[in-house]
């Protein structure tokens, strides 16, 4: 005769019909929602800010405000990746994760070719 080996098994808890198998939200449906559509402040990334202070871009926090402003309203609108145009600057961002990604000045931006962009932000 074969030997069988038993193992015992951890008990799980037993639910009865009608009880969560899942614990309640800390915050209500109503705060959520209001937190995921509230404006998101920009990130700049390491490459963006060498890129600003190589090229010696300077951005008002007045014109920071209209960017962030801007972008949040695009990632809205389901942007993902746009183009900023500034007077004296185009800036590459991610909507989706609010991060400034690259920096250039206008000039330099002339004659680029600017690919994977779903959406342009033009500011004067």
């Known amino acids: 005769m074969e030997q069988v080996n038993l193992q015992r098994l951890h008990s799980q808890p037993q639910l009865r019909p009608g009880q969560l198998t899942r614990p309640a939200p800390k915050q209500s449906f109503a705060e959520q929602l209001n937190s995921a559509l509230a404006p998101t402040p920009l990130k700049i990334s390491k490459h963006a800010s060498a ?61 680029q070719l600017f690919t994977n962009i779903d959406g342009t932000i033009v500011l004067s």
Do not use: F, P, Y
């Open 51 to 111: 890129r600003l202070t190589e090229r010696n871009i300077t951005i008002s926090e007045a014109e920071w405000a209209r960017v962030t402003d801007k972008v949040n309203e695009a990632k809205a609108k389901g942007i993902r990746d746009s183009l900023v145009l500034m007077d004296q600057a185009a800036l590459i961002v991610s909507a989706k994760n609010s991060t400034v990604i690259t920096a250039m000045d206008r000039t330099e931006a002339k004659d």
